[in-house]
Structures are given as C-alpha cells and as structure tokens.
C-alpha cells in the first residue's frame, strides 16, 4: 500500500486566509519525499469554504511539484462539467511537463448543486458533459490534428500544447462516491478508480464491482483503488481524539451545508438516492468516522491495525490519500502527525524512506 498527502481545503476567509492556509499545505508536501509518501492530490470546487479555495488543482499542484521530486501530482478530481477540454488538456500537458511527467488526472462529475446552478449548467446533463468532456481531453492528449463534434463543445483539427511528457499521456483516475454504474464503468474504461469511504458505503462491493469490471474487459494488468482518509496520529491517544476532532466534525458540517439543496428539494435522474446519502451525512462525526475506519485517528500502533484491517476488508487498497491538514487544524499539529505516521506506521505497509529516495 502507497500513502499520499490530500489537500481539501474546507475553509473560507473567516478561519484562515488563503495564503496562510497554501503555505501550510506546501510546507506540508516538503516532508513528502523524506518520509515516502507518494502522491500529493487536490480538488476542484467553487465559491463555499468546503473546497472553494481550491478553482484549480492544477495550479496548487504546480507549485507543490516543486517542493517534492518523487511524488505523483494526482488532480482529485478536475471537472469536465465546468471546463473547456481545449483549455484543460493544454493545463495538463503544462503540468505533467513542469512535474517531470508526474501528472495523474483525475476526473469527477461533481456533485454541488450551487456550483451548477452559478455555472448555468443543468444537473441532468451531468453524466453526459462527463463522458464526452474525458473522451475529448483524452484524444487532445493522445492525438493531433482532432476534430470534434459534441453536444456540449466542438472543434475542428486541433493540435493541443504542450504535448504530454509521458506517454501517450497521464494516466486517468475516474473519482466516484456511492455509485456501483460509476465504479463499473471506470473498470471497463480502464481507468484508475478514486473513492471516499466517508458516507460508510460498502466500499468491497463496489471495488469489486470495479476490479471485476477491470478484468472482464481484458485490460493489462491490475486496476487501481485509492481511497481517501481523514488522517490524524499522535503518541497519546487521547490526544489524538482531542486535536482531531474539532476540525473532523466542522469538515463534514461544511460538507454537508454545501450539499444541502439535495435535502431541500433538488432532485435529477443523474444523482439518484443523493437526497438520503446527503441526509445520512448529517448525522455523522468524529466517532462515526472513526468507527466506520473512514478516518484513521489513533496511536502509531492502533493505526497500523485499523489500517491492516480495513484493507483486508474492501479486498485491498493501492493508495491511501490522506487528508492531513483538514480544516482549520494548525501546521504544527498536522506536521508532528505527518511525521509520526511516515516514521512508525507507513513501514508496516512497505512505505520506507528509503523507497521515497
């Protein structure tokens, strides 16, 4: 198992200005390449303090590819629904060329109704400005001179720059929550899966569907599952309780509100049963989560076990991506937790140092 850094910033001007809260997170991924930790991965959001500060993960992770010379830049997840493939594929190629051709992209459908509802698109096309917005950024990566003819955007012999560095292109991560239809078609597709444990789904149902999807169609190979984690480790385990559970429970009280139009009468054929699982969210916290082993908070030791034992649960996990700063919680508490974890847990699972150098 690889262990990776999550940036999801989930706070407005209130609680921290946007530079001071950057600077902590690339401060953050300094440690990335001195404790192994493989992947440094953000979000696309808009306009609420959960993920807002972050309208591009393309320029976060351009910036944190400078600070670490071994860690994959994952996007988790750019939005098809909101961006021009024209002008994302050429932000991709910029960044896997600055990276040193170490981009994986990420896509998602997104799943706020209020950042639809500001960009005047319609819920109902969600699934559709998904599939073809991904083909397209793949045939701009992967090919020259591409004509187009969408429903959503076209365009007639276009040569993309800067080409890729790696080759054909990136690799794609498809980003999914509850979805079994979103886990299959990323298995057949061929793309990596990215997923979030945070609702208590059952995570081994759907990553089987997904590998089952993945072997059926023949692709070479393994696929590939990250899913993600709230991440907080200390020596004391009260401690660890103590300084984790504030910023964990004003995270999902963020998430929550700015999902809230699903419980409040938005509806679409896209995002079927979004109104029970956004309401579900409404009743959980930090003991919920931890208990569900979608956040790992605990001793060095109790960490190495809940993580074993989770893996072993959901069939096995490739990356564990970690949310390590969330919410308002302070560079130094999240620093001495990176620290510990990269020392005293990540080596049971075969993440050294030495493998990073």
Known sequence: MEFGMQFFPCVGPDQRPADAYFDDCLKLCELCDEYGYTHIRTVEHYFHPYGGYSPNPIVFLTAASQRSRTARMVTGAVLPVFNNPLKLAGEIGMLDAISGGRLEVGFARAFLPHEYQRFGVSLDESVLRFDEGMAQV??????????????????????????????????????????????????????????????????????????????????????????????????????????????????????????????????????????????????????????????WVGTPGQLVDRIGAYAEMVGGIDDASLQVNFHDMSLGDAERSVRLFGDRVMPHFGATREAAE
Not at 200 to 213: K, Q, T, V
């Open 138 to 295: 793949g045939r701009l990566l992967e090919e020259e001179n591409v004509t187009e003819k969408g429903q959503f955007h076209s365009f007639e012999n276009v040569t993309s720059l800067p080409r890729p560095t790696q080759k054909p292109r990136p690799k794609f991560w498809t980003a999914a929550f509850t979805t079994p239809q979103s886990f299959e078609k990323a298995g057949r597709q061929g793309n990596w899966i990215m997923a979030i444990p945070i609702g208590g789904a059952a995570m081994r149902e759907l990553c089987d569907i997904y590998r089952e999807a993945w072997d059926k169609a023949g692709h070479e190979g393994p696929g590939r599952v990250m899913l993600a984690f709230h991440m907080y480790c200390h020596e004391n385990e009260g401690e660890a309780a103590r300084i984790a559970r504030g910023p964990l429970n004003r995270y999902l009280a963020s998430l929550v509100d700015a999902a809230s139009d699903w419980i409040s009468g938005t509806s679409s054929a896209d995002y079927k049963g979004y109104d029970k699982m956004i309401d579900a969210l409404k009743r959980e916290n930090f003991e919920s989560q931890v208990e569900k082993g979608a956040a």
